[in-house]
């Protein structure tokens, strides 16, 4: 009988353990909020993450890869001037800490709040789509892109060496048996050549590792190991492996060919998703390490030059509005127009389908060329 209970007790006590926090881990969370509190931070963890909140998650774990807060909030925590400030480190932290989450994804993604449901994934008639810019006058690119977590492991900040290898092992197969306009080669970033670096970097293709705020997550352990990129032929398909996601799926061209540049991603992610089974959310969408690449995680954009409206930003500004797009600077975020040419997107990627969230984009630049012609 005693012996019985002194098994039932230790199994208790190594359930505690595992589910108990670090108390050095506490002491760099208590550390770390008063500093946030204290600060003049924008960032989005700052505006949802009360006293109340914090001391509700300071304690809890994610039950498989026992990730905790600090993992959750860390690059937050280091960088103040971070514009959302969290990364969710496995699948399961959406879910044990979403009292921090919930707010944040309903305030970055237009009011998607915790008793929304994503639709179902649906990529529509990819023949809707046509030439936004068939004269060439305007687009000069045209790009389409969604992220993807493989079924079965953690995000970045979880990952083994061992897992990245594996994955990255998967990853090379599936593609390596792409065929037609797809078909193309694996380029591990382990050991390549100097002169298939430079290739790379001249096509714009290569990632490099990741920046501060993804360092202080944790996104870049054992960096390359694991680590990888697609290109079809054609360099008009593209795959990153394990840069800030499993997956980056991206198909692109020059022009304004929305409709094959979209075909070619959806054909691309059903063939893959036949191999590589993906981590989804019935009430998310897919799951990435990002709360803001949700839902769809799909981003239609466009480099366009239009010069007239970019003498009138309010006017543009406006037209994007009413359609839900993000107006950046030729070379993304944080930077200027070159030219006036503007990379422009999408901006809603919850609580539509992928064939909306595209449509919103298509209709937008259709607009707005409509526009700049009128000018």
Known sequence: MFALWYLTFAVDEIRKQDTMVDAAVLAKLEEGYAKLAASDSKSLLKKYLTKEVFDNLKNKVTPTFKSTLL????????????????????????TVFADLFDPIIEDYHGGFKKTDKHPASTFGDVSTFGNVDPTNEYVISTRVRCGRSMQGYPFNPCLTEAQYKEMEGKVSSTLSGLEGELKGKFYPLTGMEKAVQQQLIDDHFLFKEGDRFLQAANACRFWPSGRGIYHNDAKTFLVWCNEEDHLRIISMQQGGDLGQIYKRLVTAVNEIEKRVPFSHDDRLGFLTFCPTNLGTTIRASVHIKVPKLASNKAKLEEVAAKYNLQVRGTRGEHTEAEGGVYDISNKRRMGLTEFEAVKEMYDGITELIKLEKSL
Not at 71 to 93: F, M, R, T, W
């Open 71 to 94: 993992d959750v909030i860390q690059s937050g925590l280091e960088n103040h001037d971070s514009g959302v400030g969290i990364y969710a480190p496995d699948a399961e932290a959406y």
